[in-house]
């Protein structure tokens, strides 16, 4: 009686996640490990892609979405897979805080804008933004209207931009808008706005709320 016996040697597969500069790609084992090591890489249009030391290839974004053939390697292993490289979509969010109380004539008013820069969906660093700038239109009760620009703006994640308003007598509306750009593979200056108004409710003649 014969039998025969198959050796699986094990499998490779290939992990996809998004990245400010494209995409990272990793290699992983029957265990879900990450690859990482000499001959660790891809093989892509008859071109190598080494990992870097934490396993991770980086692939940039397209003009267009494509879908690459490729082969896997790790060590003495290889195996056929492929991926889907998209193009970039970024969205500029944001919201105003401040305290509607603090906007008595000929007083300081203080107004942060808070963003958020997401490319396709994943936040990325507000650093990515180029020449920011902050537009303050206000209007009186009056319909006297003003403009004040703030540009060299320092942004970071990890703090908000601020403007400061001298409150003209009868404010009634203030509107912000901010304006910034990135740079893609599709558009080298592409424009990004996020702009929002609000109301001061006061009674005509006063400065009470």
């Known amino acids: 009686m014969m039998s025969r016996a198959i050796i699986r040697r094990g499998t490779l597969s290939l992990v996809q996640l998004p990245h400010q500069y494209g995409y990272k790609l990793f290699i992983v084992d029957e265990n879900k490990d990450i690859c990482k090591g000499p001959n660790t890489g891809i093989y892509v249009e008859d071109r190598f892609i080494a990992a870097a030391e934490d396993g ?17 390697s790790h060590g003495s292993f290889a195996m056929k897979s492929s991926y889907t490289i998209g193009v970039e979509n970024y969205q500029l969010e944001g919201a105003l805080i401040f305290n509607e109380e603090s906007f008595v004539s000929g007083r300081i ?13 994943v936040p990325v660093s507000l650093k990515k933004l180029r020449d920011p700038q902050i537009t303050l239109n206000t209007q009186t009760i009056s319909m006297l209207t003003n403009t004040k620009i703030f540009d060299g703006l320092n942004l970071g994640n990890d703090r908000d931009a601020c ?3 001298l409150v003209p007598n009868g404010l009634n509306m203030v509107n912000i808008t901010f304006d910034g750009w990135v740079e893609t593979v599709n558009n080298p200056k592409l424009g990004l706005t996020f702009s929002e108004h609000f109301e001061i409710d006061r009674r005509l003649n006063s400065e009470k709320f």
């Open 56 to 72: 991770s290839i980086v692939v940039s974004f397209e003009k267009s979405e494509k879908t690459y053939e490729c082969i896997l």
């Open 163 to 165: 403007v400061e308003l």
């Open 109 to 121: 008013a203080k107004i942060l804008v808070r963003l958020r820069l997401k490319l396709n969906g």
